[in-house]
């Protein structure tokens, strides 16, 4: 079993930058991936950000390219999500996941159901 605890989440306003962070714990040996989802207010579960580090490729959504970066602690066994250029439609609850992907399978990272482990959600509100 892996556990992952999110922190960093709050209420900012628009073009500021804030860093979510997602610690992991227990079995960490057993996964090779994380992510970052997030749902908005009456809208599906979005994929974010992903980092794989047996293939070590890093991932993003189309909405957030450019402006989020996902990157590791590899010593603290955290995954930090680094948002910059805030908007309005930044506002969600975050989740953090985590998983074992095998690296045949193509265009897995960006897929849920890929995750067998899941934080219990940073809400990040924006304000414009």
């Known amino acids: 079993q892996v556990q992952l605890v999110e922190s960093g989440g709050g209420l900012v306003q628009a073009g500021v930058s804030l860093r979510l962070s997602c610690a992991a714990s227990?079995?960490?040996?057993?996964?090779?991936?994380m992510a970052w989802f997030r749902q908005g207010p009456g809208k599906e579960r979005e994929f974010v950000a992903g980092?794989?580090?047996?293939?070590?490729?890093?991932y993003y959504g189309d909405s957030v390219r450019g402006r989020f970066t996902i990157s590791k602690h590899n010593a603290k066994s955290t995954v930090y999500l680094q948002m910059s250029g805030l908007e309005s439609e930044d506002t969600a609850i975050y989740y953090c996941?985590?998983?074992?992907?095998?690296?045949?399978?193509?265009?897995?990272?960006?897929?849920?159901?890929?995750?067998?482990?899941w934080g219990q959600g940073s809400q990040v509100t924006v304000s414009s």
């Open positions: 980092i794989d580090w047996g293939r070590n490729m890093t």
């Open positions: 996941a985590a998983g074992q992907i095998p690296s045949r399978l193509k265009n897995a990272n960006t897929n849920s159901v890929k995750y067998a482990y």
């Open positions: 227990g079995s960490i040996f057993s996964i090779n991936a």
